[in-house]
């Protein structure tokens, strides 16, 4: 009798700590972006946590994480809701740190429970309002212009942030505060005219905070990786909230009848390089701030972003629009500068300690094609079609969604083919890493298996 109830005893203590050490693996899983980084993690997690990879069943859905530990005769299954899918740089990076530390050094349970934010909710959207400004000088505004789009972006960042606190659907709020930073650009075109040349170019900039070019990075990623059902899933989602920014824009456009002011806007640049490098920096910091990336990797990224931008307006500016380079069009130029950063970022993970994503997808952020997505947004909402002469104006509209839109997939697959192709050199190292510290874990018997 004695002996079933110190049995039933240790069953259910053993119960208890793999529940919470499952519960543990869920709640890392959920802080990272793209399925692979999620799955790799995992596992590397549940090595530390004593579950071997053959017991471990991992299924990921975007809005929910499901483990397995089974070993034939016992299961257990735990699932964890996603309810956001904020990306947090800090999170990505110090979980793939602390999965290496907590093998190597023994951490205890508690010892593993910590995240942190690097930077208050007003920090970031002032980040993110010159990050915009930033994308403004890069469309050809002035200096003014720039602060211009910089404080409506702030503002509208800053609603945004209110309507996720305060529980609002996550689309409506997208469209509220598009709405919002649109007006606020509107309204500076009131102020007078000899403060700044470029008047109109804020509102192209001014709600480009909510444009989600990491859902698409990390949808071609999942894409690739074959992890099909969820790749798709991040498409439906990043269209839904272009889609709500749009309508945001829209509304607002409609309502104060802002004409269509494009064929006013140059499309040819003009600024200095060295203004287009200040630029891109600014942006790259800014949404790095809206990613939580550390402190320390904000100049990393700024240069980062100053070689992406640089590199495609070399590749795609050129004699014709009287520029240095080598005139071979905006689509490949996007794609020559996120290869060159992603490239860059396999040999500069070893020296700064955190994944590829941390470095490349801020720094080639500052290449979205604005103008182009703004274009075909005006084109379509100020359209009229009522005779043949209306027809060109959409066809240009059409023209500049579909070129927005290979630029998008080309800086996406510029991000993710080099990585792919580094992971499998970088996997075949760390595995042979994570092999010999389990190796001498279990040595110390702090290692045991569930």
């Given at each position: 009798?004695?002996?079933?109830?110190?049995?039933?005893?240790?069953?259910?203590?053993?119960?208890?700590?793999?529940?919470?050490?499952?519960?543990?693996?869920?709640?890392?899983?959920?802080?990272?972006a793209?399925?692979?980084?999620?799955v790799?993690?995992?596992?590397?997690?549940?090595?530390?946590?004593?579950?071997?990879?053959?017991?471990?069943?991992?299924?990921?859905?975007?809005?929910?994480?499901?483990?397995?530990?089974?070993?034939?005769?016992?299961?257990?299954?735990?699932?964890?809701?996603?309810?956001?899918?904020?990306?947090?740089?800090?999170?990505?990076?110090?979980?793939?740190?602390l999965?290496w530390r907590?093998?190597?050094?023994?951490?205890?349970?508690d010892?593993?429970?910590?995240?942190?934010r690097?930077?208050?909710?007003?920090?970031v959207a002032?980040?993110?309002?010159f990050?915009?400004?930033?994308?403004?000088?890069?469309f050809?505004?002035?200096?003014?212009?720039?602060?211009?789009?910089?404080?409506?972006?702030?503002?509208?960042?800053?609603?945004?942030?209110?309507?996720n606190?305060?529980?609002?659907?996550?689309?409506?709020?997208?469209?509220?505060?598009?709405?919002?930073?649109?007006?606020?650009?509107?309204?500076?075109?009131?102020?007078?005219?000899?403060?700044?040349s470029?008047?109109?170019?804020?509102?192209?900039?001014?709600?480009?905070?909510?444009?989600?070019g990491?859902?698409?990075?990390?949808?071609?990623?999942?894409m690739?990786?074959?992890?099909?059902?969820?790749?798709?899933?991040?498409?439906v989602?990043?269209?839904?909230?272009?889609?709500?920014?749009?309508?945001?824009?829209?509304?607002?456009?409609?309502?104060?009848?802002i004409?269509?002011?494009?064929?006013?806007?140059?499309?040819?640049?003009?600024?200095?390089?060295?203004?287009?490098?200040?630029?891109?920096?600014?942006?790259?910091?800014?949404?790095s701030?809206?990613?939580?990336?550390?402190?320390?990797?904000?100049?990393?990224?700024?240069i980062?972003?100053?070689?992406?931008?640089?590199?495609?307006?070399?590749?795609?500016?050129g004699?014709?629009?009287?520029?240095?380079?080598?005139?071979?069009?905006?689509?490949?130029?996007?794609?020559?500068?996120?290869?060159?950063?992603?490239?860059?970022?396999?040999?500069?993970?070893?020296?700064?300690?955190?994944p590829?994503?941390?470095?490349?997808?801020?720094?080639?952020?500052?290449?979205?094609?604005?103008?182009?997505?703004?274009?075909?947004?005006?084109?379509?909402?100020?359209?009229?079609?009522?005779?043949?002469?209306?027809?060109?104006?959409?066809?240009?509209?059409?023209?500049?969604?579909?070129?927005?839109?290979?630029?998008?997939?080309c800086?996406?697959?510029?991000?993710?083919?080099?990585?792919?192709?580094?992971?499998?050199?970088?996997?075949?190292?760390?595995?042979?890493?994570?092999?010999?510290?389990?190796?001498?874990?279990k040595a110390?018997?702090?290692?045991?298996?569930?």
């Amino acid at each position: 009798m004695i002996l079933e109830e110190q049995l039933e005893t240790t069953v259910k203590i053993h119960d208890q700590q793999l529940h919470r050490r499952v519960d543990l693996l869920l709640r890392t899983g959920k802080l990272l972006a793209d399925t692979n980084r999620i799955v790799r993690n995992m596992k590397r997690t549940a090595a530390y946590l004593g579950i071997p990879e053959e017991k471990l069943h991992i299924n990921v859905s975007f809005t929910m994480l499901m483990v397995n530990v089974s070993d034939g005769d016992y299961s257990f299954t735990k699932f964890q809701r996603i309810e956001g899918h904020g990306v947090n740089m800090t999170a990505i990076s110090e979980v793939s740190k602390l999965s290496w530390r907590a093998i190597e050094q023994d951490y205890t349970l508690d010892q593993y429970e910590e995240e942190k934010r690097n930077y208050t909710p007003t920090q970031v959207a002032i980040g993110a309002g010159f990050a915009c400004g930033g994308f403004c000088i890069q469309f050809g505004c002035d200096w003014m212009a720039f602060l211009y789009a910089s404080i409506a972006a702030i503002l509208g960042m800053r609603l945004r942030q209110k309507c996720n606190e305060s529980g609002l659907n996550h689309y409506m709020g997208i469209a509220i505060s598009a709405f919002v930073a649109t007006m606020l650009a509107w309204a500076s075109t009131f102020l007078p005219a000899e403060w700044t040349s470029t008047p109109w170019h804020p509102l192209l900039a001014c709600a480009l905070f909510i444009v989600p070019g990491v859902p698409l990075i990390n949808f071609v990623d999942d894409m690739l990786d074959n992890y099909i059902q969820v790749g798709i899933v991040r498409a439906v989602n990043t269209l839904l909230m272009v889609a709500a920014m749009a309508f945001g824009i829209a509304f607002a456009v409609k309502l104060c009848s802002i004409a269509n002011f494009f064929p006013t806007i140059s499309m040819v640049p003009h600024h200095a390089y060295w203004e287009y490098a200040i630029a891109a920096a600014i942006s790259a910091m800014g949404f790095s701030m809206i990613f939580n990336i550390q402190r320390r990797l904000l100049w990393v990224v700024a240069i980062g972003g100053i070689i992406a931008v640089c590199t495609r307006n070399f590749v795609n500016l050129g004699p014709s629009t009287n520029n240095i380079g080598l005139d071979m069009g905006l689509v490949i130029g996007s794609f020559a500068g996120a290869v060159v950063v992603s490239i860059i970022a396999i040999k500069a993970v070893h020296w700064f300690h955190v994944p590829n994503h941390v470095l490349t997808i801020p720094s080639v952020i500052p290449m979205i094609p604005g103008v182009l997505m703004y274009r075909m947004l005006f084109g379509l909402i100020n359209m009229n079609v009522q005779s043949i002469d209306q027809v060109t104006p959409l066809m240009k509209a059409i023209e500049s969604g579909v070129n927005s839109g290979l630029v998008i997939m080309c800086i996406a697959l510029g991000v993710a083919i080099p990585n792919i192709f580094g992971r499998k050199y970088i996997a075949s190292s760390k595995n042979k890493r994570l092999a010999a510290i389990l190796k001498e874990r279990k040595a110390r018997g702090k290692f045991v298996e569930w």
